[in-house]
């Protein structure tokens, strides 16, 4: 998904601030950026925007300090890292410090990317300076206005813990000062703190949402409940891309509180909306809704079909995505110094826990929408172009989000249109769309199903001299609005992320990609592409470095290119903190693995037995290296919860399969996650000190896990596991 991102027009980071007092008192700023520093000169410069005051940070007059993310929280932390960059530059009392969610608007866009969006665990690097600009010009503001109140200089002051202190015993709180602060300038530059200074950044912080959501008080899209609500299930056809060619809802129509019955469009072929006061109404009548499908005319995907026509185009060259070296090299390599190996990854769905919905009202002139996305500015605007009103005439509401892992950044927007579709026909009365778990499961838009083939030529010495590497699978990005952006000459970067860029000094190295069309919705899954490309990559190396017998650290950190600095670092730590690697029982074997996701790279060690023909990792340790932990706390949770994500592709039912054009799983019975007794006894996380700019942490840690399991099977077994999902060891 970063690739997608990073080739979004950027902005530059010249920022300035719009400050007030709040109706109820208290200082109100917000953060905006300029346009972008690489516009056109001959283009001329947009119109003056009236910003509301009060859009990132809020002293009240007792002293709280509101911090509003521009981020969905999803249970990533983002609504405690981010306040805790702004709040450390503001020098401000993170016990008086609480944060929202940003609705959806011009200003809360990722000052970066142009656009208002979470992915790519772009979060963090993408606002780190802002949140610090903002903070810092905030304190130098409060500053300000307590040395005109003494009569003194602003060097004589100082803030410290929400309070500003002037010469002898002088001294103001922010709250005390917010009022006078609002109408001073706002300066064009401030000075940051050196990394040193820090006071919370770096802290092992609690997060702010810890407490609402161990309580339950914390409100989710699903919780979203509002006078007249009425609940919409949709009934969609078995195959993609089916339409609706009769429909028979008498018995539907009869159940009490049912609403209404129609015919709507989808993203793919049509469905039956079906309308009612409360959800156990809407869902018996989509029951019993008798719909006869034409399914004529659109493909039926086989899982099967697909995996054997995958792995022909697998052994053909297809577009070149990297070429380094002499692609001719392979064949003055002798046979016996070849490897050659083939790889099949399933089709896999996001699952996250709370399941997808959106509420919406339409009031003729004017919408609201309540909902858990990834993209708020692309879904305000799909509101509005359904419902015939103009983005700002639609009020968007950013809830918290139980988990996501890609599933509510979709490229159309689908589940949102739906919604709206719907509401239109209910003016006034707002509609909660609903897709069940089973909907979700059986609806697609999945991680691709993707095929690889391999072949390695080594050196004497037992280092590959020559790599070349087909990937094959579903873009989501060609043929989506994004395509222009970062598709070129029909290569999609994220196919082969993780294999193209692997860090890897390979003189003759080859990835070339072939994205066949296929009626099966897909969309990026966590990691996105390095979730498939690094299995294969971190395998072989593995493989590579057994055939050799060298360590498996060591081979890797002989292999790494000079400058793959983070990635040597992960190693270097993890050799040290993973000790145990030496002292194993006998039926106990360590298995390595070694990732980079933009910036942030990860090294992971595991213990596995094999109990009861499944795995059984009983330590894990990971070593991270993502530039200065803003939360420490936060970025070991982040890697805890990656490993335990990661193991979906090697669960002996984490597959989605398609028999016919069927989806053949239906919920958490035939998709299984990984259960308790999956996930390691102990994961203890080591972070490599740093006061580098900081990366993203969301994605990184989820494509270490499985390679390094199965590396460690491989040598207990003695096979080499090309196909995933696990159905046996």
């Known amino acids: 998904m970063r690739s997608f991102l990073q080739a979004v027009p950027s902005l530059n980071r010249r920022s300035f601030l719009r400050v007030g007092t709040a109706a109820a008192g208290g200082l109100l700023a917000a953060l905006f950026f300029d346009r972008p520093a690489n516009a056109q000169e001959a283009a001329p410069p947009p119109p003056p925007k009236n910003y509301p005051p009060d859009a990132f940070v809020h002293v009240r007059p007792d002293g709280q300090i509101v911090i509003t993310v521009n981020r969905v929280e999803l249970g990533q932390g983002i609504q405690t890292a981010l306040p805790m960059v702004l709040a450390d530059e503001m ?87 917010s009022t006078e602060a609002a109408g001073k300038a706002v300066p064009e530059k401030v000075r940051l703190k050196d990394p040193s200074q820090f006071k919370i950044i770096g802290q092992r912080v609690r997060r702010l949402d810890g407490k609402a959501k161990c309580d339950g008080s914390q409100k989710f899209g699903m919780d979203v409940d509002l006078p007249g609500m009425k609940i919409a299930l949709v009934a969609r056809p078995p195959v993609f891309g089916g339409r609706v060619r009769a429909l028979d809802d008498k018995d539907s129509r009869s159940i009490a509180g049912v609403v209404d019955v129609f015919e709507i469009p989808l993203a793919h072929g049509t469905g039956v909306a079906v309308v009612a006061d409360r959800f156990w109404p809407a869902k018996q009548a989509r029951d019993r809704l008798k719909i006869d499908w034409d399914l004529s005319g659109i493909e039926h995907a086989d899982s099967a079909e697909l995996r054997g026509r995958y792995k022909k185009l697998a052994r053909t060259a297809g577009l070149v995505a990297i070429s380094r070296g002499d692609p001719a090299a392979m064949d003055r390599i002798p046979a016996e110094r070849r490897v050659i190996a083939e790889f099949d990854f399933p089709y896999l769905a996001h699952t996250p826990m709370e399941p997808l919905n959106v509420t919406v009202r339409f009031d003729g002139d004017r919408a609201e929408a309540w909902t858990t996305t990834q993209m708020p500015t692309f879904e305000q605007l799909a509101v509005a172009g359904i419902l015939g009103v103009k983005p700002d005439q639609v009020t968007f509401h950013v809830g918290f989000g139980g988990g996501a892992f890609g599933r509510r950044g979709s490229l159309d927007e689908h589940v949102i249109r739906e919604a709206a579709v719907i509401a239109k026909r209910f003016p006034r009365a707002p509609v909660k769309l609903i897709w069940t778990r089973e909907d979700d499961v059986r609806g697609g838009y999945y991680r691709p199903l993707f095929a690889h083939r391999v072949e390695i030529g080594l050196g004497k010495d037992g280092m590959p001299l020559a790599w070349k590497h087909v990937v094959v699978g579903q873009s989501f990005l060609i043929g989506s609005k994004f395509e222009p952006l970062a598709v070129k000459n029909g290569v999609d970067p994220l196919l082969v992320e993780g294999a193209a860029n ?12 072939h994205h066949p069309k296929v009626s099966v919705p897909v969309l990026w899954w966590r990691s996105v592409g390095n979730s498939h490309n690094s299995f294969v990559v971190e395998t072989l190396i593995d493989e590579l470095a057994a055939r050799a017998r060298i360590d498996p650290i060591a081979y890797r950190l002989k292999l790494l290119d000079a400058d793959a600095k983070k990635q040597r670092a992960v190693l270097a730590l993890l050799q040290e903190k993973a000790g145990w690697r030496g002292s194993l029982p006998p039926s106990h074997a360590a298995g390595i693995a070694c990732t980079e996701y933009y910036g942030t790279a990860v090294a992971c060690a595991v213990d596995v037995s094999i109990e009861n023909n499944r795995p059984r990792i009983h330590r894990a340790t990971m070593a991270i290296h993502c530039g200065i932990a803003v939360n420490p706390l936060t970025l070991e949770n982040q890697c805890q919860g990656g490993i335990g994500f990661g193991l979906t592709q090697l669960m002996a039912k984490g597959a989605i399969t398609l028999k016919g054009g069927r989806v053949e799983q239906r919920n958490f019975d035939g998709y299984t996650p990984p259960y308790m007794v999956d996930a390691p006894v102990t994961a203890d996380v080591h972070i490599v000190p740093s006061t580098d700019a900081p990366t993203g942490a969301g994605e990184a840690p989820v494509p270490a896990i499985s390679p390094a399991v199965v590396n460690a099977l491989s040598r207990l077994t003695g096979r080499r596991y090309r196909s995933l999902p696990l159905t046996t060891i």
């Not at 003494?150 to 001294?171: L, M």
């Not at 692997?502 to 990609?513: C, D, L, R, T």
């Open 502 to 513: 692997a860090g890897y000094s390979i003189p003759n190295f080859q990835v070339w990609e």
């Open 91 to 177: 020098d401000a009392d993170w016990s008086r410090v609480v944060a929202e969610i940003a609705p959806a608007g011009e200003v809360y866009k990722d000052p970066i990317l142009g656009i208002q969006i979470v992915g790519g665990s772009s979060s963090i690097p993408n606002s780190f300076q802002q949140y610090r600009e903002l903070g810092a010009k905030m304190r130098a503001m409060l500053v300000a206005a307590a040395a005109d109140r003494w009569h003194v200089t602003a060097d004589q002051c100082r803030a410290e813990n929400s309070v500003v202190y002037g010469p002898g015993t002088r001294s103001a709180s922010y709250a005390e000062l």
